[in-house]
């Protein structure tokens, strides 16, 4: 019981993404011309770093909600 992040590790990281995606899905879909959950996610992508494990979750979640890939940075 001593080595509890190798068990509940999973779990946690499960918990952070489903936070993001639903904090994107609240924050983002508020109305606008321009505010949308695709445009929110590209936001952060933007701002992360773009070789950091930040910017590759962001990236999945923006392909899992079908966003147009030309919009991607290089």
Partial sequence: ??????RFGAFVLAGIMAGVLGSATIFADMGGSQ???????LGKIYKAPAD???ATVFRAFYFS????????PQ
Avoid: G
């Fill in 65 to 72: 909600w079908d966003c147009p890939a030309d919009a991607l």
């Fill in 35 to 41: 505010r949308n959950t695709c445009a929110f996610i």
């Fill in 52 to 54: 950091s494990v930040q």
């Fill in 1 to 6: 019981m001593r080595n509890l992040r190798n």
